[in-house]
DNA sequence: CGTGAAAAATACTCGCT
DNA sequence: AGCGAGTATTTTTCACG
């Protein structure tokens, strides 16, 4: 019926709103949302089931403050591997996303081939991450930090037209 | 009392473990979450007050699959600005995180001057949010784009040691 | 601070449209 | 699909240890 890739019922206008609601502020009661959205709160119940039946709703996260957490310095590490094997590029994403330091792993094209986004608790903290941590790996060929002065983040992703 | 940066009433052993399971789960009932850590309900619903009172806890969030948004690639761009004064720093990262295709806005130390994290439909879309939105800026003298192939992330960060 | 039980609010079910 | 009334859970309050 579907094709493997868009076997989504494709979201209308009361999904989105939805999904809109819930990035804001996940923890909302199930009335307050179906008030919000001018329907039923049994009808709203229904839709969030099945968004998140659907996979379009992965989960429910708090977001906390770094400080708290003991991270006040974040930067982000472009890293060069060698030699650039499946391999290597897996085992090196295993490895590095395990450490407490570190909050996601990206594979990119570019210069580089990993962009590691790290957090610690200061920059000595960093600083020892960088050379008793990745430096340390012998895939790792070359790196280059960018570290984060200012940052301004969205939370809740509207849905992009389609094409 | 306290000085005016760490006034923060130092978070215990409970407080680590409630953070740490409502950035796994923010939607499990109170119910859950006092039982999982052995404590009271209404225990638990005090500190997680206290918690968001004290701005650890800053919101709640729902996690959305990116396809569902329409949002199929990712990268991350790097730019340098001219000139780099800090009207200039203010009003491009103002103007930045409005724009529907950009996550979050990054000022950094480094080789360049800003990461931004974007994110579109298709490469055509992001090369044309690169050439008509950024390029187009009067500030931006050079930019660097790292499309993301894979990535791995955490939702949960856990409390890194004192110093 | 933590607890337990009562009171208020909410989630969830289900038959109907 | 969406709705609304009824039932089951949960949240929230509060007096007490």
Redesign the pocket.
Known sequence: MFGTLAMVPTM?E?DSAIVQELQRDARQ??????RHL??????????VR?LRARGVIRGYHAEIDPAALNRRVEAFISTRLRPLKREVIDSFKAALIKLPEVMAVYVVAGDEDFLVHVTAQDLDHLHAFLIDRLSQRREVLTFRSQIVYQSAQKRAYEQLPEA
């Open positions: 209308d009361l009661t199930n009335r307050d949302l179906a001018g329907i039923a709160p049994s009808t709203c119940l229904e839709r099945l």
